[in-house]
Structures are given as structure tokens and as C-alpha cells.
């Protein structure tokens, strides 16, 4: 199929890179890699393959792949760093960098980076500045297309436990969404299918350009998708 994108995704593991295999599943305008160093259940009727190897390998993947665009998801917290600074950058900036650099190097020339609301390097917050500064680094590579997520609190299930702050601000989040207004909206809560979506749509653009998308711009992006053929 000539319209046919492939996607490799980094940080397949996690809440959005297997919501977004999910949501490929049935369709035959995309083709989906996921790159990891462990192995995941795939969702029944997945057309994908699952590529395992060593973060330091992951370019030399990339590279046998050739893919039309990388979508990283690539994420720690800071509980899982040991709420050690030097640990939470080696996986938030070092390896997202490291990894959208070989791509780079390998021919992709798009690349879907997923950050935070809020992300800013100039940020007196540690885990905005670090995202703001990956955010400032990722435009600077040489992607002819750069679109980078920006969402709120992400819903949806998690294989591992969240942290009790982030489980009520889920469980509330039906309610504060609506409390929040004008520069606040972008602090709403968002599916993670919703973000998926957009990723899938997004992928399909080749418009050259460097994009920033709050909430309101993923929901925009993932209504475009379209819809699978019965």
C-alpha cells in the first residue's frame, strides 16, 4: 500500500505506547514497531512486531526499521529514579535525546515526542524544566516535522501502580475538568486513547513544521483520524 506509515515507537511499554499499538489494531494504513528492552502482551488481532534490545541498540534498530516517523513515549517518574535527579535525566532527556539523534542520523525525518503541560527550561520545577529543556533540544536536531504533545493528567491503566496523588486527581478529574478555565484549561485530564489517536493521525501528516499541541490540539488531532473502514 503506497500511503502505507510506518511508526517505531520507543517506550512501547508504557501507558501510551500500548494504547497507541492498541489503537492500531485493524488498520491497514499503518504499521507499527515497537522497540523495548522487555518483552509486552500485544492486544489480540495486533499486526506489529516487537523489536528487543538494549537502549544503546535502539538506533541500530531504528536504522533496519526505516521508519516514517518515531513516536517517542519515553518516560520515568521520579519514585521510579530513586528520586535521584542524575537517574530521572538519563531516561527523560538522555535517552529520548539520544534516541531522536540516531533516528535522525538513520533518515527519519519526523518524530512525535510526548512531554508534559507546563514543560518550560526556564521552569524553578524539575521535572518541567527537564522537559521543557528536551522539548528546546528535540526542535534543534534537524526533524523536518516535529509535533510534541503537551498532556494533562493522563487516564488510563497503567501496568504498574500510581502514586496515591496522581489516583485522586483521576478520580476527581470528571469534576476539576470542569472547574478549569481559560489558561487553566490545558491542566485537564486526557485518555490515553485520545493521545494515541492524535499520534496515529499526526503520523499520517507530512507537512513540514515544529508543533506544540495542548490538550484542546491532541483532541483536535485524534478526531482526525480516520475511522476504520467496515
Not at 18 to 33: H, K, L, P, S
Not at 40 to 46: D, H, I, Q, S, Y
Not at 59 to 78: E, F, H, M, N, R
Not at 133 to 144: A, C, N, P, Q, S
Given at each position: 500500500?503506497?500511503?502505507?506509515?510506518?511508526?517505531?515507537?520507543?517506550?512501547?511499554?508504557?501507558?501510551?505506547?500500548?494504547?497507541?499499538?492498541?489503537?492500531?489494531?485493524?488498520?491497514?494504513?499503518?504499521?507499527?514497531?515497537?522497540?523495548?528492552?522487555?518483552?509486552?502482551?500485544?492486544?489480540?488481532?495486533?499486526?506489529m512486531e516487537m523489536m528487543l534490545a538494549?537502549?544503546?541498540?535502539?538506533?541500530?534498530?531504528?536504522?533496519?526499521?526505516?521508519?516514517?516517523?518515531?513516536?517517542?513515549?519515553?518516560?520515568?517518574?521520579?519514585?521510579?529514579?530513586?528520586?535521584?535527579?542524575?537517574?530521572?535525566?538519563?531516561?527523560?532527556?538522555?535517552?529520548?535525546?539520544?534516541?531522536?539523534?540516531?533516528?535522525?542520523?538513520?533518515?527519519?525525518?519526523?518524530?512525535?515526542?510526548?512531554?508534559?503541560?507546563?514543560?518550560?527550561?526556564?521552569?524553578?520545577?524539575?521535572y518541567l524544566r527537564v522537559k521543557g529543556?528536551?522539548?528546546?533540544?528535540?526542535?534543534?536536531?534537524?526533524?523536518?516535522r516535529v509535533d510534541i504533545f503537551r498532556?494533562?493528567?493522563?487516564?488510563?491503566?497503567?501496568?504498574?501502580?500510581?502514586?496515591?496523588?496522581?489516583?485522586?486527581?483521576?478520580?476527581?478529574?470528571?469534576?476539576?475538568?470542569?472547574?478549569?478555565?481559560?489558561?487553566?484549561?490545558?491542566?485537564?485530564?486526557?485518555?490515553?486513547?485520545?493521545?494515541?489517536?492524535?499520534?496515529?493521525?499526526?503520523?499520517?501528516?507530512?507537512?513540514?513544521?515544529?508543533?506544540?499541541?495542548?490538550?484542546?490540539?491532541?483532541?483536535?488531532?485524534?478526531?482526525?483520524?480516520?475511522?476504520?473502514?467496515?
Open positions: 500500500m503506497s500511503d502505507l506509515v510506518k511508526i517505531a515507537i520507543v517506550g512501547a511499554t508504557g501507558l501510551i505506547g500500548r494504547t497507541i499499538i492498541e489503537r492500531a489494531v485493524g488498520r491497514e494504513d499503518i504499521r507499527v514497531f515497537g522497540i523495548a528492552r522487555r518483552e509486552m502482551k500485544l492486544p489480540e488481532g495486533a499486526r538494549e537502549p544503546d541498540q535502539w538506533g541500530k534498530v531504528i536504522g533496519q526499521i526505516k521508519p516514517d516517523v518515531l513516536v517517542s513515549a519515553l518516560g520515568t517518574t521520579w519514585n521510579k529514579s530513586g528520586k535521584s535527579e542524575e537517574a530521572f535525566r538519563a531516561v527523560d532527556q538522555d535517552l529520548v535525546l539520544d534516541t531522536a539523534k540516531a533516528a535522525h542520523e538513520h533518515g527519519v525525518e519526523r518524530i512525535i515526542a510526548v512531554s508534559s503541560t507546563g514543560a518550560d527550561a526556564g521552569s524553578k520545577n524539575f529543556e528536551v522539548e528546546r533540544d528535540l526542535l534543534k536536531i534537524g526533524f523536518d498532556p494533562g493528567l493522563l487516564r488510563g491503566a497503567r501496568s504498574n501502580d500510581r502514586r496515591a496523588g496522581e489516583r485522586l486527581g483521576i478520580t476527581l478529574s470528571p469534576l476539576t475538568d470542569l472547574l478549569m478555565h481559560g489558561k487553566y484549561r490545558k491542566y485537564r485530564s486526557i485518555s490515553a486513547e485520545d493521545v494515541a489517536d492524535a499520534a496515529l493521525a499526526l503520523s499520517m501528516r507530512k507537512a513540514a513544521g515544529k508543533f506544540k499541541h495542548d490538550n484542546d490540539a491532541i483532541l483536535r488531532a485524534a478526531h482526525s483520524l480516520p475511522q476504520l473502514q467496515d
